[in-house]
């Protein structure tokens, strides 16, 4: 079989000729492109003088590799030249070299081909014979394109967002967070930024001051805990706030069932230490400790909803609430929240709504009236769910997303490529396939 290093080759490209294929001291295949042109043919860009030869400019660029992992290099020699009359110096271009990279353009039409087959960074870099960085500088690049182009014709066309979410993710277990903001119709992200304060979301508006895609939104979804509805107030002084239902449901899971049932499995602790100290029956300290274990193991009855258990659930979930007051009193109130975010009527909304933080706040319980207490303030934000009943469960459904990207964006070297790769994963397949 004949090698490749055996072919004689002759080929001429845009004004230049390459006669054959030579090896270097690193084993690299290596083309020498030699410029076609006559000084004689050549006049000034600026001018339109006659011109003189000015030497020679050699440019190294990595091309497709002939054998997997070991680069092609074009050694292109391009012809100087000075302009008689002007001064003027040039050096005649080079067609197969890409602005900013050391890289011939079939070689990156190649690696954006590789990225749409969702190849790696590393297992391109290896193919390619190239550096890692080199391959993630384009990655960004075609990004950011797509983004771009995303953004501008967004802006240009009539569409604008009514329902937005805007929600928080960890970017290290819990360490650090980053800020998301969604279109809830088309799924687009239309921003993330590092960190979870007002300073941070600030960004978010910052970087749509200058366009009226924000224009029309009604109503911004978001967790009742977090700092953004203050700003949502201040830039969207029209839209509603619409404290999300499942974070709602989660906190009061956590902060009223959560503590009160560990309170009364405590409880049932305590008894069994009192019935065992003072000699009584074993017999009713047994009785005690399983209480203790039953109550403690409820978490997730307690959390389900009532239809979805099977029916020996139900009678254990039922034996806990019929001899635990406080608990059920907390489950009820759990079941009537869940319910008041079914209302669609704003009035009675407003009169349940009001009806339910009256009852948690005089109720006995501490942990109830606590609840109650700090999340009268967000009334209006639940209330609004009646009219907008939008919540964040789209963009929590993004989140895997973001846990694909996480791996993909080597986690965290380089949060600007890691938050440019979430944007582009929200944008519709054509956009994220096309050419640059
Ligand atoms: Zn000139």
């Known amino acids: 079989m004949a090698h490749i290093y055996d072919t004689t080759i002759y080929a001429e490209y845009q004004g230049f000729y390459c006669e054959k294929i030579e090896k270097d001291e690193k084993g690299r295949n290596i083309f020498r492109f030699w410029s076609n042109r006559k000084t004689s043919d050549e006049v000034c860009p600026c001018c339109g003088s006659k011109v003189s030869g000015n030497g020679i400019r050699k440019v190294r660029l990595i091309d497709v590799p002939l054998v997997p992992g070991e680069p092609s290099v074009y050694e292109v020699y391009q012809h100087r030249y000075r302009c008689r009359d002007c001064g003027k110096t040039y050096t005649e271009e080079n067609p197969f070299k ?16 590789l990225l749409k087959y969702r190849m790696t960074t590393s297992d391109i870099a290896k ?24 953004d501008q014709e967004a802006q240009k066309s009539t569409y604008r967002p009514y329902y937005l979410a805007v929600d928080e993710f960890a ?38 001051a200058k366009t009226d895609y924000l224009s029309c939104v009604k109503a911004v979804a978001m967790d009742m805990n977090a700092s953004y509805n203050a700003l949502v107030k201040e830039y969207l002084p029209d839209a509603e706030i619409v404290y999300d239902r499942y974070h709602v ?9 959560g503590k009160v049932r560990l309170d009364a499995a405590r409880a049932h602790k305590e008894t069994a230490k009192e019935i065992s100290a003072d000699g009584d029956s074993k017999q009713q300290v047994q009785q005690e400790k399983k209480l203790y274990s039953k109550i403690k193991k409820a978490r997730w009855v307690l959390l389900q909803n009532k239809e979805n258990l099977r029916q020996e659930k139900q009678q254990s979930l039922n034996e806990i609430l019929d001899t635990h007051s406080d608990l059920a009193v907390c489950y009820a109130m759990k079941e009537e929240l869940c319910a008041l975010f079914q209302i669609t009527d704003i009035n009675e909304a407003a009169q349940r709504w009001a009806k339910w933080f009256d009852a948690a706040i005089h109720s006995s319980i501490p942990a109830l009236a606590k609840f109650g207490r700090q999340k009268f303030k967000r009334l209006d934000g639940l209330v609004a769910h009646a009219k907008f009943p939008i919540n964040t469960g ?7 997303k973001i846990k694909v990207a996480k791996r993909n964006a080597y986690g965290f070297r380089n949060l600007d490529f890691f938050f440019s ?12 396939h096309q050419n640059l």
């Open 98 to 113: 890409v602005k900013g990279f050391q890289l011939t353009k079939r070689c990156v039409e190649w690696i954006f081909q």
């Open 421 to 432: 790769y979430i944007r582009f994963l929200s944008l519709p397949k054509g956009v994220i």
């Open 249 to 257: 449901q989660a906190q009061f899971g956590r902060d009223v069932l």
């Open 171 to 208: 970017i290290r277990k819990g360490h650090r967070y980053a800020t998301c903001v969604m279109d809830l119709a088309r799924g687009d992200i239309l921003w993330v930024g590092k960190g979870r304060t007002i300073k941070d979301f600030r960004q978010f508006f910052d970087a749509y």
């Open 394 to 400: 789209r963009l929590e459904g993004f989140n895997n």
């Open 127 to 150: 193919m390619m014979g190239i550096h890692w960085n080199t391959v993630r500088k384009l990655e960004k690049m075609r990004m950011e394109f797509a983004i771009k182009k995303w």
